[in-house]
Structures are given as C-alpha cells and as structure tokens.
C-alpha cells in the first residue's frame, strides 16, 4: 500500500461540456459520483451529443455552468440568468444561444456519439477552422446511461497539475488528490491498480487521452494552446489501441462505492 496523499478536490459536471460545481463531499456508485454528466446537449440534425471536444460547433458550451440542485439540474447562462433543464423551454433557450438547433437529453442513447478533432489540428488552426474529426462512441468504459466521455470517474495528481501549469479546470477532473512531493504523470502507471478514498474503492483502469478541450476558454479563462501543446511535447502515452496520446490523468471504475470527502486520505494498492 502506498499512500497517495489527500483529496483537495471534487468536481462534479450535471451537464455535459458545460462548467461544473465544487463539492464538499459526494457519494460514488457503479455510475460515477452522483449528479454527474446526467445530462447531455443533443444536436437536433445529427443526433449526436454536443461535445466542445469540437469547438467549432461547440467550445461556446463552456460559457454555460451547471449545477445538480438535489436531482434537477440547473444552467446557468452566459448572461448570468439560469433555466432548469427540464424546463420545455430550455431547449429553444440554448437553441437561440448556441446557434443550433438542439435538444437536452438526460438518458444516454444506446451508441451515442461525439465527434472528436485531433488536439493538434484544432491548436494549429483557428478554432473555427474546419479540421478533420473521428467519431466516438462515450460511455463505453461505464455500466450506467450517464454522459461520460468513457469512465465513471477522472483523477489527477496535484503534481501532474503543477508540472503542466494550467488551471485544473481545464481539465475537468472529478477528483484531484493532493500528492505533496509525488511525481508528475504518476497516473501513467496506475492501470489495473486500486485506490481507496474513504470506503469507496476505484480500480484506474488507463491514462486519460487529452482532446482539445483543456485548450479553450472555460467562462472567463481564456484560450490556452499550452494546456495540451505541453502533453504533445512530454507526455504521449499508448492508450488502448490508438497509439501514443497526450494524456493527463486516469480513468477509474468504481469498484466499491461510497461517500468520500475533500480530506480523505487516498491510498494506492
């Protein structure tokens, strides 16, 4: 057993590609950490979830906030005023915001899918640039029907935050633990082992493979190409069969659930 160091913080995100909450404490389960990425903007003409992985259509989702309000979930604006996504309206209210015509979904469709540019080309062009995409399906690395581009749970290292130099909500993590004197990328060579917070269990299951999405403005955070350009440069790692990827961080399943805290000591076996 190795001890890892403390939770600093968590993070939760109710609808996808929009800014998140800071929480205090939450409970995991087999889906993640409770009110995460439960709901999705949908693009009414291609039917896949709108993802700022593709800033072109949709980096102005990362002007949106989100919050979980106790089950009904709650956007607020870019103008600071706020809607419930289950409101009828909401729909038309991004649809006017967004420039497109969308729709708010709080199940994940069976193979849904996002279209994904490769970091390189969306830092190397303007990102209204038409670059090329892949598509992706989400969600294939968790049990539930939440919006989570693969796994329940993301972690990061206070060291890797610190060695990389960006703001850690570029990354959009859901736990950060705190590793005074640890080594950056450490997530690198976690795969297949545990880490305990609390009473809840998560087994890291790869490194996360970066999009261009930590690149661009969140809320008032402006562009920042270096956010990713850094992993292009020192941290390429192979992830799955898709060859050597910028990565910062892991994916976690959770193995045993329960509620953690900021404080609680993480323990790596």
Partial sequence: MAELGSVAAIRRYPVKSMLGEDLPAVTLTADGLDGDRTVAVIDQQTGRVASAKHPKLWRELLAFAAQWNNGSPRITLPGGTSIAAGDPAAGQVLSGLLHRDVRLAAERPERAILARP????????????????????IGQGTPGTTFVDFAPVHLITSATLARVGAEMIRYRPNIVVDTPGGAPFAENDWTGRDIWIGRARLRIMLPTPRCAVPTLAHGTLPRRTDAVRTLLEHNRVPVGGRGAQPCLGAYAQVVTGGTICVGDRATLT
């Fill in 118 to 137: 490769a970091p390189e080309d969306v830092i190397d062009n303007d990102q209204d640039a038409d670059v090329p995409y892949e598509t992706l399906q």
